[in-house]
C-alpha cells in the first residue's frame, strides 16, 4: 500500500512538472484567400473548411481550453503536425498544380468514407460533423476543381 501511494504521489509531481511544458503554437496567418479565390469556393464551402477542417490543415489553429494541459497538447500537437504535413490550405499556393488536383481527390475520398475530419475532432467539435448537405456541396466543390486542374495541366503538356 505504502509503495502505491508513492507511486501515485511520484506520477502526480511529474505530471505537475510536465506543466511547464507545452509545444509551439500553430498560430500563424491563415491566409486561406488563394484557396478559396482560386477555387471559386462558395461561402457555404468556405465555412464548412473553415469550420471543420482548418483546425488541422492550415497554419492557424483555434485552440480549445484543455491545450493548456500536458499531455493533451501533445497530442493535439501531434495531430496538427500530421494533418499540416499531408495537407495545408495556407500553403495553397505553393503546390504544383498536379498536387492542387491530387489533394482534391484525396479530400473526396477522406470526407466520403468517413475518414475525416478525424473522429476525435468531431467528438468535442459537434459542429464540424458534416451533413449530408455538407458532404455533398464539399464533394462537388472538390470535383469540378479537381478537374479543372487536370485540364490546365492538359493543356500545359500540350504546349
Ligand atoms: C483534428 C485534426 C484534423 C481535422 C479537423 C481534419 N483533419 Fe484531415 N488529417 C488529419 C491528420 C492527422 C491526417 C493524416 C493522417 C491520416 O490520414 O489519418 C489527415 C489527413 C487528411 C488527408 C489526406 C491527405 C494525404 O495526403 O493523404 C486529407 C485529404 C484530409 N485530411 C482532409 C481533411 C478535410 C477535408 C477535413 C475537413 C472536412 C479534415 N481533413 C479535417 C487531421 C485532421
Redesign the pocket.
Known sequence: MKKLRKTVFCLIILLLLLQFYSPEKNIGESNLNVLFSETNAPESVQI??KT??????SNLTTYPWYNNITPLNIW?N???E??K???NFSVWNDYSLKRKA??LE??I???QEG????N???WI?KD?I?TADELSS?VSWAKSNQMKYELIMGFEDHD
Not at 52 to 57: G, M, P, V
Not at 115 to 118: A, D, R, S
Request: charged content about 25%; hydrophobic content about 35%.
Open positions: 464548412i473548411i471543420s477542417c482548418t483546425d488541422c490543415h493535439l501531434d495531430h496538427i500530421e494533418g504535413s499531408h495537407l491530387h489533394k484525396e479530400i475520398e477522406e470526407v475518414e475525416m475530419p478525424l476525435s475532432y468531431t467539435h464540424a458534416l464539399l
